[in-house]
């Protein structure tokens, strides 16, 4: 990106210091905006400083950003930030595969620019959603390829800044390289939050959420329960099918978990063939209960890969907050013991940690 720099000589009688004062004011702001992006990473983050530096230098306060999310041949918008007042929120209520003007405005890859919005009948839908006097659209388009949209809306009559228009081909390199750079971030993000194997949550992303699980339930003076489990004799497994059996078994079983699991759990691959699952707020006798289901529906389940058909037991040790103490680690520490304990009675068990195993 580069600001195109002037020499004074070239600035007209009666100009020069108007002329001057608009291009430091247009230097100064995009050094202000340069130094705020340089210290996020977070498309939601990028988003907030964008939404306050538009509105501070320029006085726009309605807009939106819409990033596609291409699936096959259909182009979804996956996030986007609006100035619009969210307690009458406009955007809570847009079903944006139904909008097909902001996918035309997506294809035209034009900057366009509508005075009187409410009188341009080619984006009446748009309009019906955000009412407003004038429209700008700019395609924020990265390497040759369309990655989204920006678009503003203003209320007054009169035209957009002009210092702003003059601004928008600087901030849409801006917005390239900004979002560029967190669309790798999250997606590195989102590959050490994931295990490779399994899909399901990484430990990483489990010691991360157990802090905020911690931080939650002091906080509202509620409880939480873990519950730490692996594979019997899974070592049999992987010794007399190979490794890449058993990580088609493991596979298998996260797969079946998971289906009687809610979005409430948090489910992670604790390490080899052990798990970890957390229930938020909820306590440890109801825990035993879903943990019985789950162990029952294991040891009834065929693990039939490539031909050979094996079955599976599991064990389980389970603790809960605040009764094991108030770090993660005594937590994690009590799961462990009562795992211990529940396969050194036999195995195929669900132990609930006591203080009599310490």
């Known amino acids: 990106m580069g600001i195109k720099f002037f020499r004074v000589e070239d600035l007209r ?106 009188n341009a009948k080619r984006f009446h839908k748009l309009y019906a ?75 990483r992303f489990f010691n991360k959420e157990i802090e905020r699980i911690i931080e939650h339930s002091s906080r509202n003076r509620s409880v939480f329960s873990l519950a730490l489990f692996d594979i019997d004799h899974f070592k049999d497994i992987n010794d007399r099918y190979g490794h890449q059996f058993g990580d088609s078994v493991l596979i298998e079983m996260v797969n079946l978990v998971s289906s009687h699991l809610t979005r409430r759990e948090i489910f992670c691959r604790f390490g080899g063939e052990e798990f970890v699952i957390i229930f938020p707020d909820i306590p440890s006798d109801y825990a035993l209960k879903v943990l019985k289901t789950l162990k029952s529906e294991i040891e009834l389940h065929e693990f039939l890969i490539n031909g050979i058909s094996v079955k599976l037991t599991v064990s389980f040790g389970v603790s809960s907050y605040p009764i094991s103490g108030p770090t993660s680690k005594e937590i994690i520490r009590d799961s462990d013991s009562a795992l211990y304990f529940a396969k050194l009675s036999g195995r195929n068990k669900i132990v609930l940690y006591s203080e009599k195993m310490s």
């Open 129 to 203: 959603y955000f009412p407003s006097e004038e429209f700008i659209s700019l395609p924020i388009i990265s390497e040759e390829q369309n990655i989204g949209l920006l678009i503003l809306f203003s209320d007054t009559s009169q035209n957009f800044p002009n210092l702003f228009k003059k601004d928008l081909n600087i901030l849409s390199q801006f917005i390239d390289g900004v979002l560029k750079k967190s669309l790798l971030y999250e997606q590195k993000d989102s590959l050490s939050k994931t295990d490779s194997l399994t899909k399901i949550s990484s430990r």
């Open 13 to 118: 009688d009666g100009e020069g210091l108007d002329q001057v004062d608009l291009k430091l004011e247009e230097i100064w702001g995009i050094y202000d905006l340069n130094k705020e992006f340089k210290n996020v990473n977070r498309i939601e983050d990028v988003l907030l400083v964008f939404k306050r530096f538009i509105s501070e230098r320029y006085g726009i306060e309605k807009y939106f950003f819409l990033l596609k999310k291409v699936v096959g041949e259909e182009i979804n918008f996956e996030k986007y930030s609006s100035g619009f007042n969210l307690e009458h929120s406009y955007i809570s209520s847009i079903n944006l595969k139904n909008l097909d003007e902001l996918e035309e405005l997506f294809y035209l890859r034009k900057r366009i620019y509508i005075k009187n919005f409410k």
